[in-house]
């Protein structure tokens, strides 16, 4: 089956602070993967993307390498702002369509 | 239209009755996807549509949940006898088509609450 786990929050960082928060993803066939951001009181946004094995996708500072070998996608970001504070969604996209979501893992960056 | 957009913003209603929500997608866009999130979790998949059929409607939980899209623009969603494990928020995405790269734009969703 299609699924993504993905690192369990609250997360809380200072600003400046190095981020990673994990994600692995089980599928079958070649699936895309993606990062989603939800800030406060808004709707879902995507914040980078891969579609294919070794890819990097990159935004805002933001970076993801979608690892075959590992089956994995994790987000990372050298310096985090106060700004980044959001719900972050890690997500796959099967060569059906059909697109499956992690929980989502919170992140708090204090000045 | 600048964005998705989905009516109402919030319904709470009672358990057994019928309600539709509605998603009015960014204009052009060909494919339009219906997500419920619960509470801690992550969007869960229910339907999509490219153009005016269903392409895949796998993720509807049951017959009492049931979709259209009768000009390939507007979707309803239609939920008939709720239940009060049917609440949560019902998002609406987006996109140009369903192509491999093409991203998905969602709307702010529809807060669902079955009392």
């Known amino acids: 089956g299609n699924s993504v786990t993905q690192m369990e929050g609250p997360v809380t960082l200072s600003e400046e602070a190095f981020l990673t928060i994990n994600c692995t993803y089980t599928a079958t066939g070649y699936p895309s993967l993606f990062w989603y951001v939800q800030y406060p009181g808004e709707g879902l946004q995507l914040l980078l993307k891969a579609t294919k094995a070794d890819d990097k996708g990159s935004n805002k500072g933001f970076e993801a390498t979608y690892r075959k070998e590992t089956t994995s996608f994790h987000l990372e970001k050298g310096s985090v702002q106060v700004s980044d504070s959001a719900v972050y969604f890690c997500a796959l996209r099967n060569t059906g369509n059909q697109f499956y979501f992690g929980t989502g893992t919170s992140l708090t960056v204090i000045p | 239209g600048a964005g998705v957009s989905q009516t109402p913003s919030n319904k709470v209603t009672e358990k057994g009755k019928y309600v539709e929500l509605r998603c009015d997608p960014i204009?052009?866009?060909?494919?339009l996807y219906w997500y419920r999130q619960s509470l801690g979790q992550g969007p869960e998949f229910l339907i999509y549509f490219q153009g005016t059929g269903a392409a895949d409607d796998s993720g509807l939980p049951n017959d009492r949940f049931f979709a259209v899209r009768p000009e390939g623009s507007v979707s309803t969603l239609k939920i008939q006898r709720t239940e009060r494990g049917d609440s949560a928020v019902y998002l609406c995405?987006?996109?140009?088509?369903?192509?491999?790269?093409?991203?998905?734009?969602f709307g702010p969703g529809t807060r669902l609450t079955v009392l």
């Open positions: 995405a987006s996109s140009f088509s369903s192509g491999a790269t093409d991203t998905q734009y």
């Open positions: 204009s052009g866009h060909t494919a």
